[in-house]
């Protein structure tokens, strides 16, 4: 499916498939609930609506730390594009997160 979304440029810019995140968390704590929001806010901001977020508490599926073999939490998951990356934390800082995930500002 091809989207299409405005650059800071003005200029509009198509995509082919959205990034693909995938937010793992502990229940309801200060530091899922500040990973969310930073989360939320980073794909707003960066990725348009060229993004799928899905958040995942591990206390309601306990089966899927396992399966994604995550050590610790909060974790986000970007799945796609390739290659897959990983990122431990609260997602607070944006640079960081961008640069942990594999994407620069040029990619968007």
Do not use: W
């Not at 974790?75 to 990122?87: D, F, N, S, T, Y």
């Not at 934390?89 to 960081?96: K, T």
Request: contains cysteine.
């Amino acid at each position: 499916m091809k989207r299409n979304s405005v650059n800071e440029n003005g200029k509009s810019k198509s995509y082919d498939d959205p990034y693909v995140f995938r937010l793992y968390i502990t229940g309801a704590s200060p530091n899922s609930l500040r990973a969310i929001a930073n989360t939320r806010n980073l794909c707003e901001e960066y990725f348009n609506e060229n993004y799928e977020l899905e958040i995942i508490d591990v206390h309601q599926q306990p089966s899927v730390a396992k399966q994604e073999n995550i050590i610790a939490l909060p974790l986000l998951i970007k799945k796609h594009p390739l290659p897959e990356k990983r990122l431990i934390g609260d997602m607070s800082d944006m640079e960081r997160v961008l640069k942990s995930i594999g994407v620069s500002n040029g990619d968007l």
